[in-house]
């Protein structure tokens, strides 16, 4: 004889079975979520191996980057190197085509020159003399022995003047320098030989020859300028 199923129903389940936590799922729904939490898996996998393989890549390529840089910084100083490189031998060529000789200097020709400088002093130093000179002389002797003293502390003035000032021609503090100390050495001379003098007398002796060797400085200087006179030293340049 058959028996008939009975159905199950909630309420043929017991309480504690319905309200139970720890029963175990269905078996139809446990392979759908392991579905779901295998791709979830390996979708965060694989984003995590791109995002790896991402960082990987940008950390190969950031040494490219800058050994490019490195190379083209390098390429910069080499043209740079060779355009001052350039520069140089353009600069050595006109050296070379302005290439002058070894300095030689002829002694005759130096003394030459420093006898011209002497005549120039002699004759500037005398002529500025003489208005004074004729102040305090009397007679033609005392004139002409006035004239020949100042023709030789002239001449050697302007001998000594070009070995001192030699080719530094703008340098004033020299030239002023060099005819108050001449003016100043001939005026305390000149005062030496005379016997009843007061200072005043004597400060102007002093003054007149100072400005004696004044004169005759300006004399050579407008030779200087000129291209009458030579300063020290003469160069003559032989070209090779």
Known sequence: MATTPTPISAANIPFHSRFNPLSPPSSSSFPLKCNKINGITATNTKSLKTSKNGVLLDRFDKPDIKKQESMKNINQLESEIAGLQKQLSEAREMMDETDIGEIERNPIEEKLESVKAASISAIVGTLASLP???SHVTNMYDLTVSSAIFIITCALYGATY?????RDLD?????TGTSAAFGIVKGVATLDGQSSLDAFN?????SENVIIFFIAAA??????KMGILSPFPLETRTKL
């Open 171 to 175: 340098d004033a503090h020299l030239k």
């Open 132 to 134: 004074f000179a004729l």
């Open 219 to 224: 004399g050579l200087d407008i030779c200087y």
């Open 202 to 206: 004597g400060a102007i002796c002093v």
């Open 162 to 166: 070009r070995y001192i000032i030699r």
